[in-house]
């Protein structure tokens, strides 16, 4: 059974930073696509950002490239997501997801087929 947990979600200025952890279990880690979608109330999920851990190539939205940026420790099944440069507009509650490869094409999706339960991160201006 996959599971996602996730953790260092909080209340943060604008311009602050903040780090997300997602620890993964119940699948092969080297080889999937994890990533982290967020989702505001009454809004569409965004796919935030994807690393694919058997390479680490990384997909990011544009709205955050240049800002975030995903990270995994293969030795401790655990991807990160550092946050800089945070706006209030990055409020949201972030979820850590993960399937065979980090989903969309062209563009990064929130298809993923497994999910954590979510942290509320909160940019105040």
């Known amino acids: 059974e996959v599971q996602l947990v996730e953790s260092g979600g909080g209340l943060v200025q604008a311009g602050g930073s903040l780090r997300l952890s997602c620890a993964a279990s119940?699948?092969?880690?080297?080889?999937?696509?994890i990533g982290w979608v967020r989702q505001v109330p009454g809004k569409e999920r965004e796919g935030v950002a994807c690393?694919?851990?058997?390479?680490?190539?990384?997909h990011y939205a544009d709205s955050v490239k240049g800002r975030f940026t995903i990270s995994s420790d293969n030795a401790k099944n655990t991807v990160y997501l550092q946050m800089n440069n945070l706006i209030p507009e990055d409020t949201a509650v972030y979820y850590c997801?993960?399937?065979?490869?980090?989903?969309?094409?062209?563009?990064?999706?929130?298809?993923?087929?497994?999910w954590g339960q979510g942290t509320l991160v909160t940019v105040s201006s």
């Open positions: 997801a993960a399937d065979t490869f980090c989903p969309g094409v062209t563009t990064l999706t929130a298809d993923f087929g497994s």
């Open positions: 119940g699948f092969y880690f080297d080889d999937y696509g």
């Open positions: 690393i694919r851990t058997s390479d680490g190539t990384t």
